[in-house]
T-cell receptor
């Protein structure tokens, strides 16, 4: 257990619906990442926060995706108007020193 | 070309074997390098950082060659429990963008 938690662990939704995932990081680590991972691939970088500031976003993060980290604590990732191609594991990672500690991920299935 | 590329897998080796993975990166501005391990349906976990001078942790040895832009991971005396996917990770200078390779699957057989 890395101390990073994610909810929900699984989400099944219909195409076109909005979904929101939550990540609760280790409190003393101020850097937070979101990744997306599909079968047979490594995690793909989506976005990065330092405290509450979103400092970097991947081109993978289309307009349908938004991430927030109010107060520099927990973070949310919202996907609007989901598409079947959004089906993946969404991983949150919290960085302390050089190490990224990953949460267990939220597996999204879009029907 | 992908920014981080790894040996295609899977690697199937017997217990006790030595196995080596390579990873190449394309951006010379890369700053830090790591190997992560990911078990099936689990999150990635740091295996070891990779330092310019090379580093060793028990049966695992990591090396970095900046001139040729590759890193390697050597596993000696393979155990069944080493079966996993090994992910090469690069952190780029000037930002915090972290790029993962697609991973190399290792199966260690009894």
């Amino acid at each position: 257990d890395t101390g990073v938690s994610q909810n929900p662990r699984h989400k099944i939704t219909k195409r076109g619906q909005n979904v929101t995932f939550r990540c609760d990081p280790i409190s003393e680590h101020n850097r937070l990442y979101w990744y997306r991972q599909t079968l047979g691939q490594g995690p793909e970088f989506l976005t990065y926060f330092q405290n509450e500031a979103q400092l970097e976003k991947s081109r993978l993060l289309s307009d349908r995706f938004s991430a927030e980290r109010p107060k520099g604590s927990f973070s949310t990732l919202e996907i609007q108007r989901t598409e079947q191609g959004d089906s993946a594991m969404y991983l949150c990672a919290n960085q302390g020193a050089d190490t990224q500690y990953f949460g267990p991920g939220t597996r999204l299935t879009v029907l | 070309r992908k920014e981080v590329e790894q040996d295609p897998g899977p690697f199937n080796v017997p217990e006790g074997a030595t196995v080596a993975f390579n990873c190449t990166y394309s951006n010379s501005a890369s700053q830090s390098f790591f190997w992560y391990r990911q078990d099936c349906r689990k999150e990635p976990k740091l295996l070891m950082s990779v330092y310019s001078s090379g580093n060793e942790d028990g049966r695992f040895t990591a090396q970095l060659n900046r001139a040729s832009q590759y890193i390697s991971l050597l596993i000696r005396d393979s155990k069944l429990s080493d079966s996993a996917t090994y992910l090469c990770v690069v952190l780029f200078t000037g930002g915090f963008k972290t790029i993962f390779g697609a991973g190399t699957r290792l199966f260690v057989k009894a």
